[in-house]
């Protein structure tokens, strides 16, 4: 392996990349031409010159002992380049153009006593539990999804995290929902993980079609924006964040939640973002998703595989962290279920646990074996449980 040297080099402009260089030019307004005529003057660029003369002269200026030949392929390569950077530039310069006319003032500075103290009003997601644990309005005492706020609802593949999306949605977008002072009601939910055919068929069995949801694949986030100021739902889902176009461009993810809480702000709707975690269980795009949005919730398996924890341990700007819930598919839908003593939270405690009792074949063997002493809900009841006294202590 290679040594990299840690000194900071005299000049920071010889270690800039063509890409960088062209980021810089485009921002200052050049042309496709003029771009081209300043990287082909680099050193690093000069087979891309294709008169002969002028590569003759740089090639003496930077004291070449050999003029390198023109390289078509190399020439074309940095006119494609070029366009790449240009189309990206446009792109981005639109999103920002997008989220500048989103916002609510110009930043100017007012006087603390013209900045009114409000109540801000919520919403159930039908589920009480997770009401409970988004947190209590300290003004109006509402519990569950406040107005104008965005949720990152984090989870690792198939533990449940778009069934119980679709769950919330339908007790957002029920037959007999109304609108709210803002003006907004039922749900607009993207999906855009799957062809909207089969998610309706697998996923959304429970919507009827007097249910006020609306669905969407979108993956782009201009659509999605025109999307919701054209239906004003309640509640927006977006499953998932990760899917969506602008997720995998430089800045993708900051300009989205940028423009996600512009539009929560403007209109007092809420945003359910689902994302993917990675294999620490962290959410996936980096630290800014966290940084951005209202309140952060993660899931995590639990040893039963019909049951999941949420657990609100990073952020809440409505209410307190370090809440945890279980919650239990059933044929019927996602239920709460009600936090047993002595019960294991996660994977690996349950695992210390087993080890007590492993008999030979292992803990799969124990599992089986004792299948039948599973509570609905609950973990096995292993020989030598836990005493008051010792719980206390540990």
């Avoid at 609108?179 to 068929?201: A, H, M, P, S, Y």
């Avoid at 697998?202 to 100021?229: E, M, T």
């Amino acid at each position: 392996m290679g040594r990299t040297s840690k000194d900071v080099p005299k000049d920071q402009s010889e270690v800039l990349t063509n890409e960088a260089r062209i980021n810089l030019m485009l921002q200052n307004g050049a042309d496709n031409e003029t771009i081209c005529f300043y990287l082909c003057r680099l050193k690093a660029n000069l087979s891309a010159i294709v008169d002969d003369d002028q590569r003759a002269k740089l090639a003496e200026k930077f004291k070449l002992n050999k003029v390198p030949k023109f390289d078509k392929i190399f020439h074309q390569r940095l006119l494609e380049q070029i366009r790449s950077c240009k189309s990206q530039y446009k792109g981005d310069n639109s999103e920002i153009e997008l989220i500048d006319s989103l916002r609510e003032d110009n930043g100017e500075a007012r006087n603390i006593a013209d900045i009114a103290i409000v109540d801000i009003p919520r919403f159930s997601c039908g589920i009480p539990t997770l009401d409970a644990m988004l947190g209590q309005d300290p003004i109006n005492n509402q519990v569950g999804i406040p107005h104008g706020s965005c949720i990152v609802f984090g989870a690792p593949k198939g533990i449940g995290k778009t069934r119980i999306s679709v769950q919330i949605a339908a007790n957002v977008g029920h037959p007999r929902s109304k609108e709210d002072k803002f003006g907004n009601n039922g749900v607009l939910f993207i999906q855009n993980e799957e062809k909207l055919e089969v998610f309706r068929t697998r996923a959304a069995k429970l919507w009827s079609s007097k249910h006020k949801i609306k669905l969407s694949s979108s993956d782009n986030l201009n659509q999605q924006a025109a999307l919701v100021y054209t239906h004003k739902p309640r509640l927006v889902i977006i499953d998932s964040i990760q899917d969506t176009r602008q997720a995998k461009f430089s800045q993708g993810i900051r300009n989205m939640m940028i423009t996600y809480k512009a539009i929560a702000s403007e209109l007092h709707c809420s945003f359910w973002l689902i994302s993917h975690v990675n294999t620490e269980g962290k959410l996936k795009g980096g630290t800014y998703v966290g940084h951005k949005v209202d309140i952060e919730l993660v899931a995590s398996r639990l040893m039963n595989p019909s049951e999941f924890c949420v657990n609100c341990d990073e952020k809440n700007r409505y209410g307190a962290t370090g809440k945890k819930a279980i919650f239990a598919h059933t044929a019927e839908g996602i239920v709460a279920v009600e936090q047993q003593k002595h019960r294991a939270f996660s994977m690996d405690h349950h695992d210390l646990m087993l080890k007590a009792a492993v008999p030979l074949g292992g803990i799969a063997t124990l599992r089986r074996e004792q299948a039948s002493d599973v509570p609905v809900g609950g973990v096995l009841a292993l020989p030598g449980d836990l005493t008051e006294e010792q719980d206390t202590e540990e």
